[in-house]
């Protein structure tokens, strides 16, 4: 089973169930594990707020999560997820969406 932290927390990585493309990171408790378990759409702790926080709750931009990948030290997630629409709170489909080139971030080449 997973080993969260001394904080109760471990990193979730979600990409693209069909491209594989990175879309976020975020962080889960127990909590947000079993919530997403039980309804098969992405929760994870919010950190600022310090509670769960079901992704898209209020865009309406949900993940669909098809299935949860465990890293070898059960310490990291990576969800394949089907998105709702943007996955970045900016509108960005994903929230990686610019590169560090020399000292500055420029946009992604789509």
């Not at 491209?19 to 929760?43: K, P, S």
């Not at 707020?49 to 990948?69: C, D, T």
């Not at 030290?73 to 990576?78: E, G, H, L, Y």
């Not at 997820?81 to 500055?104: E, I, K, N």
């Amino acid at each position: 089973m997973p080993k969260f932290d001394d904080k109760g927390l471990l990193s979730a990585v979600v990409v693209h169930h069909e491209t594989r493309d990175v879309l976020m990171v975020a962080f889960m408790d127990a909590e947000a594990l079993n919530a997403t378990r039980e309804t098969g759409v992405a929760h994870f702790h919010s950190r600022s707020r310090g509670k769960l926080w079901k992704k898209g709750e209020s865009s309406g931009n949900i993940l669909k999560v098809h299935e949860i990948l465990v890293d070898c030290d059960q310490d990291a997630f990576v969800l394949s997820c089907t998105p709702a629409g943007p996955t970045c709170h900016t509108g960005a489909r994903s929230c990686f969406y610019r590169v560090l080139q020399d000292d500055a971030l420029e946009p992604v080449k789509t």
